[in-house]
């Protein structure tokens, strides 16, 4: 017997069932209730009291496992692509190309990427077996020739597999679908079963309904917007009863959309609009934000201050710090394995930054040393430099000592990490999360006992990592529920937030199908693409119309990102909403107030009335002034609050080591006597340069890098030539890196200078430049971008009692010669303007705003800070 219901997709569905279920007296243990997601049985039972009796509730994929037996114990889903390599490698090298469209043997030996294309196996074989397909059937609808030998090389697969499991005394699960047998003790347990059905029935799900109520009552509750699909219309055929159409209900919760510039814009706002809800009398805990891609909990995670957050269904393992150590690891030992011995100095960095490892003694002095070693333009190290610590070696070797190794032996190594990590655990939670990670790889290695094979460590750990990234960690946190689109099936909340509306992320695009495209789907019968779109589109429909009110927000194209996605153009059309832009151009801060939660913007670093005692204590260099004169607020972050980029690895080689490296030639070859010749002046400046750069690893491992370094010392010829110009012209080289510092207006100013020149009692000072310059022209105050030279000329004058008679650049870029940098008949106008300018600086009352010129925001390592990214 079967009873067909539909429940009005804009009103929440488990009280309709509930109520049924008491209203129908099926307030018995001889009830099973099958719901689609873990919180949909949660739900459910608590609403019954405890003196009530209660029906079973179990999820679907609970109710399959009891309802079906098989003749032989079910394969693990860990050990299917073993067996699914052992039977392709039985096939022929043609139907191996035909299939994987390689044969290549290093494609079978790379076990991840085998297994990658043996889950699009499973996926198909599931699919069909699922949707009662035969192989006949299969090759009956194929649409080329081509397809129909696939098909059949692809049952030839299958039948090898399912051949091996049988001899090896096990079975697929999918093979229930050829041959369901019933578990009699379950059957015979109820009396009447009760589904919730919210999304598509597969051909096996429908003729179990059927058998079902051949035995006892089925009782059917559909619950979607808008109007029947395919499915539906095939599934009353098989039942042969029909699924009643909705009532139309006219929408009634308020809908506001907003476009921001950013996904952390979005995550403010919507911070913004929970405070402004729970104003109106909404409790947090009726509050949800729905996800429409599950990556932005990150987001969530990593931002809440406020602990306003709860992330559904725990965190997913791989949040776990377990699991993002062994991650690092498992890159480290690939780069070790295929350089041969080297690992990243990147990722030797993520992993003194992970924060259990940063608790064990040695890690700290380790990242100090990485941290050297980045400063030195290092971009690799042996595992022997960075394992001086006997607790470091205690973390590391057990994955460095050897590059292959079985499943069953990573295993045991990461279960010596999540030991050291349970051994450092500051609480109770972290210990569970250890002990369950422990658990875990436990049963990995009873599972995968039987497979024998050596892998190389990261593939062994990259296996292993899959199952440890589907752990669900619990993660205490706020009232307001942070959850994935499909878990909010049938559900109802007050208020619902849902960030990333834009065209990439939302409707999702499905998984390739490797096997199956529409043309085929359609002339099967199966649900294409489209269908699964529409049916996601239905769940995000419903979720908005059963809330009374609903936050949308984008990313606007103009700031990167896609469109809009369709499905909120929809919205915005159907409800003639107005889409308002989010403001948002600066420096974005949290503060609160006595009413809650406001945002404000800050484009400008407040007066500080200490600037001129902190500017005294730490004296000015031209960089300074250079930095003020392109933006105050830069100056401020840089200087005064102290803001430094971190050095990062890098595979190229500053400009100023390359500066660096001519200068200390230089002032060797200069210091033994100068040279006579063009060629032999070149000769030891080439062989000086390039065993100076040649110490670089980027000179090592960057072809690019090593042919600009060859291509430089070969046109210092020109830089040899015009020296020995200047040497006939009487010029000498007098001092190398002069110290200048001289107080002017109170202030202690101070340079460096890389080089002086004498001639008959006329003096030149030079800074060599490896950027194109260009001759001094005229001395504009309002123009002026650099003022180091000049500044060097006033501080060379405090010092050696009388100003340059020449003032220039070394371009060692381009025309290897020197060039007017700034006119000394200029310099009282220079010292006006400077003094001035220090004044400025030390204005108690100045504000520091960002620079209205864009261009000098181009290569900016504060435009995070400010917004201007
Ligand atoms: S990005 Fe532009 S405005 Fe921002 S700090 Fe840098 S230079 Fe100033």
Redesign the pocket.
Known sequence: MIHIYRTPAAKPVIPVISEYLKSSGLLSGNVCCVLPTGRNKRSLALRFNTSEKSPVILSIPEFNSFLFRTEKPVVPPELRHFFMRQAADRLSRDEKLALFKRTDPDFMENFITFAETGSAFFRFFREIKGELITAEELAKHALYTDYERQTRILHALWEAYTGILGANGLCDSSEMFDNPQFNQFFTDRFTDYVFLITGFLTRHEMRTLKTLSEKGSVHLFFHFIGDKTINHKEIEETLGTAVPDDEPAAPTGSIEVIETGSRMEEYEFITEKIYETAAKGVDFNRMAVILPDEKMKAYFIENDIYNLFNITAGTDGTYSEIYQTADIIRKAAEENLLSGGLIGIETMEKLTAQPFLKKITGFGSLAERIKDLIGMKRLAVTFDETAGFPSVRKVLTPFFKETHTTLTDAAKKLINLAEIFNENAEDQREKQHGTLVIKELKRLITVYAPVMDIFPLHTALTQLMGALARLGFHRPGGEVTVMGLLETRNMQFDAVFIPNMNADVFPPSSDKDLFLNTEIRCSLRLPTFLDREHLIKNYMSQIIAKSKFAYISCISRDKGSSYRSPFLEEIIIKRRLRVRPYSSSGFRIFSTTENGLRLYEQTSFKPDAGIAGKLKKRGISATMLNDYI??P??FY?KYIIGLKPAERPEDSIPPYEYGKAIHSVLENIYSAGLPETAEELHGRIYSGFLEAIGKFDAYRVNPLEKEQAEDLAERLYLFAVNEINRFSEGWRPKTEEDELEAKINGMRLKGRLDRTDENGGKTAIIDYKLKTVKDFRDFKPEKIKDVQMPLYALLFMHKHGHMPDEILWYDLKKEFRTVKAFDVSRMDEFREFLEEMLKRLADPEQAYP??DRQS??RY?D??D??G?S
């Open positions: 392109a933006c607020y830069r972050a960002r620079t000098d925001c900016c504060y435009a800070l400010c201007r």
